[in-house]
């Protein structure tokens, strides 16, 4: 199957620091990539969708000033997390479509901010 | 709206004991229906995608189905090293955002 990478793993930071999240698809071309949030023992939680070279799509409730994605290539998106606090704690995960294909996820971040 | 729906939402099974998953889906058209299997504390791992309704996949011990209505993840003599939370996603027509279900969590004991 393909590859996604995710990177880095794990992640602790002080408050009203920033920290960017890479994801990277290896082996294929990303059209589409999809960031997420997944509370303990919750499903995934989409964040927002970002196509190759154009804005993020968020959703509703996510402050896209707070988390900026940026989709530069076909192969990598970036997530930072902006003046991060104790409440942006959590497991995010990247997934990354290609064309005529299925989505295909990232390791996973798990970000603490003390 | 897309609504997908993940039955039990969690399951015990003695090793070797067989069972089934149920992700029961509404979507306006079907582009297609995954199947993905998660560790605690890492991302989803790719099982299956089913396309049309009467499509079957299998992988080891894993075997999944599709209706038009649902899906189902049949675990056949299943081991301690399947105990994972399983997830069910639907790509609707017109849409490449996938809609999850909560999952399933299914715990194997030895």
């Known amino acids: 199957g393909a590859v996604v990478s995710q990177h880095p793993s794990r992640v602790i930071c002080n408050s009203g620091t920033s920290v960017k999240i890479e994801c990277r698809s290896l082996?294929?071309?990303?059209?589409?990539m999809f960031w997420y949030r997944q509370f303990p023992k919750q499903s995934l939680m989409l964040m927002a969708t970002s196509n190759e070279g154009s804005k993020a799509t968020y959703e509703q409730g996510v402050e896209k000033d707070k988390f900026l994605i940026n989709h530069a290539s076909l192969t990598l998106s970036t997530l930072t997390v902006t003046s991060a606090h104790p409440e942006d704690s959590s497991f995010y995960i990247c997934s990354a479509r290609g064309d005529r294909m299925g989505a295909f996820f990232g390791q996973g971040t798990r970000l603490t901010v003390v | 709206e897309d609504q997908v729906t993940q039955s039990p939402e969690a399951l015990r099974l003695q090793e070797g004991e067989s069972s089934s998953l149920n992700c029961s889906y509404t979507v306006s058209g079907l582009r297609g229906l995954f199947w993905y299997r998660q560790d605690p504390g890492k991302g989803p791992e790719f099982l299956f995608t089913l396309y049309s309704a009467g499509e079957e996949k299998e992988k080891e011990r894993l075997k999944a189905t599709l209706t038009k209505k649902e899906s189902f993840l049949h675990i056949t003599a299943p081991k301690p090293e399947d105990s994972a939370t399983y997830l069910c996603?639907?790509?609707?027509?017109?849409?490449?955002?996938?809609?999850f279900g909560r999952g399933t969590s299914l715990i194997v004991h030895p």
């Open positions: 082996d294929f071309q990303a059209t589409t």
């Open positions: 996603a639907v790509h609707p027509g017109g849409s490449y955002i996938p809609t």
